[in-house]
């Protein structure tokens, strides 16, 4: 979501019932080429998967909210260099939904309802300028391209130990 209103809405949501944010993925969106995003000055191109469970099975500890800060400042940009290891470069909107994202994470553990909001909106103020910053840092591209299929699997080859050339020629490739 763009907005911060929808940011605390998902967060009121979830910590309101009972659950906690375990994880966050950002994935490529699935309508990335709707009329409305293609219009947008900074459209969102991602979608985010957040893992949520049960708050008494969430045995992370609780950190300050200027840790939990920088832990999602580092996560997120770990997470935008590998989409620009892909050849992807994000949006400055994107970069919002992937540092926002990891800041409900981090945020989550050992926290009420209440204290997961007041933490996380006063979060929100402090995140424009890393956003801008995690945004303008990118890897110098210019354009916002997907790897090639060739590309792609050597990624799965590093990650998971596979050859590419047998995945290659096992998938008419």
Known sequence: HSRREGWSAIADAVAGSGFTFVQSQPIKSEMSGAMPKSQAKSPIDLDVLLVCRK?????????????????????????????NACGRVLSK?????????????????GRSCAELLTSFNTLLLRSPEVIE?????????????????????????????????????????
Not at 93 to 109: A, C, T
Not at 139 to 158: G, I
């Open 93 to 109: 909107n994107d970069v919002k939904v992937v540092l926002l994202s990891h800041i409900l994470v981090e945020l989550s553990p």
């Open 133 to 173: 910053d995690l945004y303008r840092t990118q890897n110098d591209m210019t354009t916002s391209t997907y790897a090639p299929a060739v590309q792609q699997l050597s990624l799965f080859e590093e990650r998971k130990g596979y050859d590419i050339n047998t995945i290659a020629s096992d998938n008419n490739c």
């Open 55 to 83: 708050v008494e099975a969430d045995v992370r500890c609780r950190v300050d909210s200027n840790e939990a800060f920088s832990r999602s400042v580092r996560n997120a940009a770990s997470k935008i260099d590998r989409f």
